[in-house]
Each structure stands twice: as C-alpha cells, then as structure tokens.
C-alpha cells in the first residue's frame, strides 16, 4: 500500500480515523511513502504542537514513532521520473505540488500500473485523482 502524508499523521497523532487507519497498517507488510512524507508529518506535529492542539510530551512521543516508521517503510526518492509524472498529474488533475508529488510517487511504485493497489489517503482532492488514475483508494 501507498501511504500519502495526510493518512501517515494520525497514525503517530490522535485523530477520528486513527483507528481505521492502524487497521490498515496493521494489513500492510510493505507499506511505501513518498520521500518528503517524514518532512510533512514533522511539519503537522510541530503546528499542532504550537497551536497547543497537543501538549509538549505527546508531541515528543508521536515523533520519535513517526520516525521509527520511516526507517521501516519503504521511500519512493525524488527522481526525475517523478516530477515528470507530477507534472503531468498537475495538467490532468485539481492538485497542488505537493500532492501531484505524492500521486506521481505512488504511480512510480506501482510502475503506471495502479489497478488493484491501496493508495491511502485522508485529502479528498487527492483521493479523487488517485481514484482516476486506477487507484483502490482507502480508508
């Protein structure tokens, strides 16, 4: 399965879909992110944490997880394959850059050949690109 950033966060961070989306870890044996996904789910922390939507230590506690998750998944790296599928998906779909980033990531994991594979997303403009592009869009 691919992870986007916005379903990665409430595995580390209380939210209402926490749950389900444990569950769906929990299935997964290879789960795949893109390469900024630790940057973006820092970034998530750190503003929750100074919106005080979160007190210091389980703030502390969600990155240190955060990170022992990325050292076991798999990472789809910046490359150049990367930014051309981005910047196709950005002519194709509604998307923003990063979230074309994502997309196009998850389209090189898969080899352009997304039919069957999870893509788990929490972003609604996201998971109706992905959905076009031949995704299983969870949860």
Request: glycine share 4%.
């Amino acid at each position: 399965m691919f992870w986007d950033s916005s379903a990665v966060i409430p595995l580390f961070l209380p939210e209402a879909r926490s749950r389900a989306l444990t569950a769906l870890l929990s299935e997964d044996t290879e789960p795949v992110v893109w390469w900024l996904t630790p940057v973006e789910c820092h970034s998530a922390v750190q503003r929750r944490q100074r919106e005080k939507a979160i007190p210091g230590n389980p703030a502390q506690a969600a990155l240190a997880r955060l990170e022992a998750f990325c050292e076991d998944v798999d990472q789809i790296s910046a490359t150049d394959p990367v930014r051309r599928r981005a910047i196709r998906l950005l002519s194709t779909h509604a998307l923003r850059a990063g979230d074309a980033l994502q997309l196009a990531a998850a389209l090189v994991w898969c080899e352009e050949n997304p039919q069957g594979e999870r893509f788990i997303c929490l972003d609604d403009r996201l998971r109706g690109a992905a959905r076009a592009e031949g995704f299983d869009v969870r949860p």
